[in-house]
T-cell receptor
Framework: AQKVTQAQTEISVVEKEDVTLDCVYE???????LFWYKQPPSGELVFLIR??????QNEISGRYSWNFQKSTSSFNFTITASQVVDSAVYFC?????????????FGGGTRLMVKP | SAVISQKPSRDICQRGTSLTIQCQVD?????MFWYRQQPGQSLTLIAT?????????ESGFVIDKFPISRPNLTFSTLTVSNMSPEDSSIYLC?????????????FGEGSRLTVL
């Protein structure tokens, strides 16, 4: 069975600080996908990134970067120079390719509060 | 990306009543799902909405409590039946264009239900 753990339930930082959100996953499959979603106070889930299990290259998109390490089953998310607008709940999720189409298992989420 | 709209966006309901949530997608998607997010919790998959046939429910969710319809590719409904305060949650509709591979899962803004 697949499982996603986000050990940090809540993080508080001051604007312009860098912050890393941890995500550890468990799966028996060799082929799987990992995701990060952002849920602002409005409630909508905003897709941030999808990464397949064969691509361990780190990715950078503006102030966001992701570090995928298969050896430790981790897919961590770093926000550089955080801003107040980054305040949200962030979810890491996993999908095994064998699932009947895109069924995601979500982690418990990390609430990020960025203070001015 | 697909735009998913849900209604109602929020409602306050009385114990013992039922409420139907509607989900409309602006383009054809192959897969549609319903998730529940209890207060302060992560997302849990309720079921996969299948076009023209009965939904596929996850463990812990049954059709009598959460009947789902999907008459066409772009529309689905979820009914929360005989509600109790424990059903107070955000219910999210999601969709994907991918079948057989795992792609981006789009989410609506959710329907926030409070049961008194």
């Amino acid at each position: 069975a697949q499982k996603v753990t986000q050990a940090q339930t809540e993080i508080s930082v001051v604007e312009k600080e860098d912050v890393t959100l941890d995500c550890v996953y468990e799966t028996r499959d060799t082929t799987y996908y990992l995701f990060w979603y952002k849920q602002p106070p409005s409630g909508e889930l905003v897709f941030l990134i999808r990464r397949n299990s064969f691509d361990e290259q780190n990715e950078i998109s503006g102030r966001y970067s992701w570090n995928f390490q298969k050896s430790t089953s981790s897919f961590n998310f770093t926000i550089t120079a955080s801003q107040v607008v980054d305040s949200a709940v962030y979810f890491c999720a996993l999908s095994e390719v064998g699932n009947a189409g895109n069924m995601l298992t979500f982690g418990g989420g990390t609430r990020l509060m960025v203070k001015p | 990306s697909a735009v998913i709209s849900q209604k109602p966006s929020r409602d306050i309901c009385q114990r013992g009543t039922s409420l139907t949530i509607q989900c409309q997608v602006d383009s054809q998607v192959t897969m549609m799902f319903w998730y529940r997010q209890q207060p302060g919790q992560s997302l849990t998959l309720i079921a996969t909405a299948n076009q023209g046939s009965e939904a596929t429910y996850e463990s812990g969710f049954v059709i009598d409590k959460f009947p789902i319809s999907r008459p066409n590719l772009t529309f689905s409904t979820l009914t929360v039946s005989n509600m109790s305060p424990e059903d107070s949650s955000i219910y999210l509709c999601s969709g994907s264009r991918d079948r057989g591979s795992v792609g981006e899962l789009f989410f609506g803004e959710g329907s926030r239900l409070t049961v008194l």
